[in-house]
Each structure stands twice: as C-alpha cells, then as structure tokens.
C-alpha cells in the first residue's frame, strides 16, 4: 500500500501543466510573433521555456512549478507584459494585452510623488507642470485641480492606549527628534501614534474641467490608453481611508483628468489641457500626506499621454518608467 502512495505522491509532483498565452493588442487584435517566456519557478531556480506567438497570437507551454509561474510577453512594436506569481499546481489560460507603440511625446512626468496639503479643512490648488501648490503655499501658478482633507482622532494605538506606556513613548520620541535636530511637538506625536480615518476630496476650479476613472492594465508598461477621453468628466473625486484597518488602495485603476479649460460665449470647449493619474492617490488622513503617479501634458487640446520616459519635462526627475 505505501508503494502506491509514493507512486501517487511522486505522480503529483512531477505533473506537467499547460500555461496557455493568449496576446492582443490595446484594439482586440491578436499579435503574431510575440516572443513569451514562461517561468516555473522552482526552489533555487526556474525553469524558462520560450516561444513565439502563432497567427491566433496563442503560445503554449508546459512545465512543472513548485513556487509558481510568471510570465513575460513582448513584440516589436508593442509595449511589453509581465504577470507574476500565477498559482502553482495547476493550468492556466492567460490573456495579456500589448498595447501599440503610437506615438510617445515629451511629458511633466512624476512616479510616486509626495506631497502634503497644507492643512486640513480647507480647498489648496495644485499646480501639475510645477509639481506644487500655487501660490502663496508654494510655486505653482496656476490651479488645475484643488485638495481638500477632513479627518478625525479615533483612540490612540494598541502600543500606546495605557498612559504610562503613551508617556514612555512620548519620552522616547522627543529623544529621537532632539537627536536629530526635529521639533517635537503633542500633535506630531498624536499624527504619529493615533488612530484616524478621514476622507480626501479632490475637485476642480473651472466648468468642464473634470476626472473619468478607467480600469487599466495593471500588469503592462501601457496602463491606459493613449489618448484622454472626449468626454464624461465628473467634477469630483473622493477617497476615503484610515491608518488602523489597513485600507487597500486599488493598483487597476487610473483616472484621465481635463484642467485650464477655456469656454467660448456659447459654453464650448475652445482649449483644455489633460493628465492621468496612476491608481488611486494615497492618503494619510493623519497629517494630510499625499501619494500619487501623474502625468501632464502642456500642449492644450492635445488628449495624447502616451509618455517617452527619456523626455520627461522635468528634466530633474528621470523616474517614471511606466506610461
């Protein structure tokens, strides 16, 4: 009996499954020659098998994992694919976009900025091709969508709940901050060690000026479309969030934003300027932190935002290889 045991263990684990690769391109059209490498990871190693994309754009491959399977597309022409961690002992049917290459073009380009909102409870402009709040809180000029926070004190933290524990840390904190030259202060220490929730607003100074939320392809180079819609703008965004459950913040999601829109006497669009924006912003309701991916374009009336990450605008800034 513990024979055939071994023999059904053995089976299992030597079991080859079939990763089946199906790549279109952003218009549902099959891509032909698309090289896709298949990983089956292994402890210590993987296992690469490659090929090449038939007239159906289909490749199959068939391996054995122990850790799982990534996956790696890419085509002349296209942006390229990468999808990892894809569940270990059993076949997978895989459908991967590779958007076209159409036509990069120079943008104001900022991945993972960071920024704070002066203070809570009151509307502050920002200004995308300074990367700042307009004046008199920063350098920005002109305001191409506005922030506004609320947010309120939930308790203190587990750690810090018994007072004499709470007076132990608040010691251990001014030493740290007088180490390193910081100002201490009850309210940072509460930012730091409460529990809040709150919620961020995002809006828009002038008429027809907006935001459009899109589901992107999280996995690809390319994550939204080239272009910035025509049409459907909402005049508001809100986010709302705290530091105590963990919040998660979407990573498929993307929204196109139209700014400095000037009418004409009849309420037409005679000029608009866009931008994207990478998953939701990231928001701390405790001091008003920001965290967020964009990418501007300054030519007005041009929808394009298919970035050239070696000609970002900020010439300062090379980071922002996604586009």
Known sequence: MKYVLLALVLCVYVAAYEVKIQAFDDRG????????????????????????????????ANGRSTLGVDIIAGCSGHYSSRVDNLKNGMSHDVKLILPRILNPI????????????????????????????????GKGKTADVLFRYTSNFRGWNDDVVDPLQREKMMAE???????????????????????????????????????????????????MTHLAPVGGYLSALEF??????????????????????????????????????????????????????????????DRNLEFNPKDNLFREDKRGSAR
């Not at 059209?29 to 007239?55: P, R, W």
């Not at 202060?185 to 709150?198: A, C, D, H, L, Q």
């Not at 309420?267 to 932190?289: L, M, Q, R, T, W």
Request: with cysteine; charged share 25%.
């Open 240 to 301: 709302s969030t705290n530091t105590y459950s963990y919040p998660k913040f979407r990573h498929d999601v993307g929204f196109f934003l139209r700014t400095r829109v000037q009418l004409d006497k009849a309420a037409n669009i005679i000029s608009a300027n866009y931008c994207k924006i990478h998953e939701d912003i990231v928001f701390n309701p405790s001091n008003g932190e920001m965290h967020f991916t964009y990418y501007y374009n300054p030519v007005p009336n």
């Open 106 to 137: 120079p943008l104001f380009a900022k991945d993972g900025f960071w920024t704070r909102i002066p203070s809570a409870g009151t509307w502050y402009g920002f200004d995308f091709d300074a990367a700042d709040w307009v004046v008199p809180h």
């Open 173 to 223: 904190t001014k030493a740290r901050d007088a180490r390193v030259k910081e100002e201490w202060s009850f309210e940072k220490f509460k930012g730091e060690n409460g529990k809040w929730e709150g919620v961020l607003q995002v809006a828009f100074p002038g008429k027809e000026e907006g935001a459009v939320e899109q589901k992107f392809i999280e996995y690809s180079q390319m994550k």
């Open 29 to 60: 059209d099959a891509v032909v020659g698309a090289k896709i490498s298949v990983f089956f990871v292994k402890q210590g190693k993987s296992d690469e098998i490659t090929g090449i994309t038939g007239l159906d754009g289909t490749y199959i």
